[in-house]
């Protein structure tokens, strides 16, 4: 196995970590509650503070992505969230714990902007299948970790403990790995070689293409709303809107992730062929009617099936859109990643508010429809805009020969 495809691995691997540990606050939430006698509202400020954490760390990411190695300094931020996980499982005050989540926050941003930018960058013209795979092994992690936490809580391990477990599991992992960390480091090298070659033809950033980048960016933003509209809201609207029993309405989100696997997976075996511009295109719109139609329909388990469906058929838009924003701006994939994933998290933080909005002063149908409109407005936005864009590079897998 070539150093580019151990380094691909390297970064999958990665991505399954850091996906199990983004959701282990909503199965831990409870505990923090009872411990720290905590209102609701002082409950979700801890979210709030990890995603504000997280936008922080995106701006840090769009300064530092592009400077130095991307391998160091995934290494880097994934020892740091190792820390500041330890740090939340150790907090014995409600303002230390807030604090550790929001440097957790941080951690978390820059490893993902630097894992999607690195494997980008080891797969120039074939990015498209990579960074499916690499947010595929992300779904797992996510889909998995509630798993692994329930399982933690049950054998009674208080919520501090599972922080702690993860917290060990990662420095294990960066321990275990310590011989391999020369070759990966080496990998990230490979960029400066290329653009010092003479006989290697780089695109030019121009204006244009930056601009594209921007507007592409409002994919991810509407995209968000979408994903975290369902994400925070579709368990609460089948038991109080469809009359779901409890256990229906979690199974409904995670049918919801399964089908988000299964559409990362099939789009890392079909995106060479196909195109990630036609697959936005048809999947954002294909699942803007699944979703309106889990919304609409009066039964709960056709509810699920849709909902799954609309997984499917989105699933593979975060990093198809980074494909594309690395295709226009080649030399600069740290930056498309973080300016996208501050885009793309200004949709997470609003979304959840703006449908508990709706649904308090309309009606809750008409806020679940959101998530619906929102993904229809992306769907529109890559039929209109990304298919009249023009081709930048083609897929080809010669990046990850070396």
Same mark, same amino acid.
């Given at each position: 196995m070539t150093t580019g495809r151990k380094a691909l691995l390297t970064n999958d691997l990665a991505m399954l970590l850091y996906g199990i540990s983004a959701v282990l606050i909503g199965p831990t939430l409870p505990g923090m509650i009872a411990q720290f006698d905590l209102s609701l509202s002082a409950a979700g400020l801890i979210a709030t503070m990890q995603n504000? /954490? /997280?936008?922080?760390?995106?701006?840090?990411?769009?300064?530092?992505?592009?400077?130095?190695?991307r391998p160091g300094m995934i290494l880097v931020s994934f020892a740091l969230l190792a820390a500041a996980l330890f740090a939340v499982g150790m907090a014995e005050r409600?303002?230390?714990?807030?604090?550790?989540?929001?440097?957790?926050?941080?951690?978390?941003?820059?490893?993902?902007?630097?894992l999607n930018a690195h494997t980008g960058e080891l797969a120039e013209g074939n990015s498209g299948k990579a960074l499916s795979t690499l947010h595929m092994f992300y779904s797992i992690g996510a889909f998995v970790g509630p798993l692994v936490v329930r399982g933690l809580v049950r054998t009674t391990m208080a919520w501090s403990g599972v922080y702690q477990i993860v917290a060990a599991g990662y420095l294990l992992v960066l321990i275990g790995a310590a011989?391999?960390?020369?070759?990966?480091?080496?990998?990230?090298?490979r960029r400066s070689s290329r653009e010092q070659a003479p006989a290697v033809k780089r695109h030019t950033p121009s204006r244009s293409s930056a601009a594209l980048v921007g507007m592409l960016s409002f994919l991810l933003f509407f995209y968000?709303?979408?994903?975290?509209?369902?994400?925070?809201?579709?368990?609460?609207?089948?038991?109080?809107?469809?009359?779901?029993?409890?256990?229906?309405?979690?199974?409904?989100?995670?049918?919801?992730?399964? /089908?988000?696997?299964?559409?990362?997976?099939?789009?890392?075996?079909v995106v060479a062929r196909i195109g990630a511009r036609r697959i936005l295109c048809i999947g954002t719109l294909l699942a803007a009617a699944a979703t309106a139609g889990g919304i609409l329909v009066p039964s709960p388990a056709w509810a699920v099936v849709l909902v799954a469906a609309a997984g499917m058929t989105s699933g593979a838009t975060i990093p198809l859109a980074y494909s594309v924003g690395y295709?226009?701006?080649?030399?600069?994939?740290?930056?498309?990643?973080?300016?996208?994933?501050?885009?793309?998290?200004?949709?997470?933080?609003l979304g959840p508010w703006f449908i508990g909005t709706v649904a308090d002063h309309v009606t809750l149908l008409a806020a679940m429809l959101i998530p619906a409109?929102?993904?229809?407005?992306?769907?529109?936005?890559a039929a209109v805009v990304l298919l009249a864009m023009p081709e930048r590079g083609r897929e080809q897998p010669s990046a990850l020969r070396g």
């Open positions: 504000a /954490g /997280g936008f922080i760390g995106a701006v840090v990411a769009l300064v530092i992505a592009d400077r130095f190695s409600y303002l230390t714990l807030v604090i550790a989540f929001a440097a957790s926050g941080l951690c978390i941003r820059v490893l993902d902007v630097m011989g391999f960390f020369r070759s990966y480091l080496d990998s990230g090298r968000a709303i979408h994903q975290i509209g369902l994400v925070a809201w579709l368990p609460y609207y089948l038991e109080v809107g469809r009359g779901a029993s409890s256990d229906l309405a979690s199974y409904a989100l995670s049918m919801y992730w399964i /089908g988000i696997i299964a559409g990362r997976f099939i789009s890392s075996r295709t226009l701006l080649p030399q600069r994939t740290g930056s498309v990643t973080a300016w996208m994933s501050i885009i793309m998290l200004a949709g997470r933080l409109a929102a993904l229809m407005g992306s769907g529109t936005f």
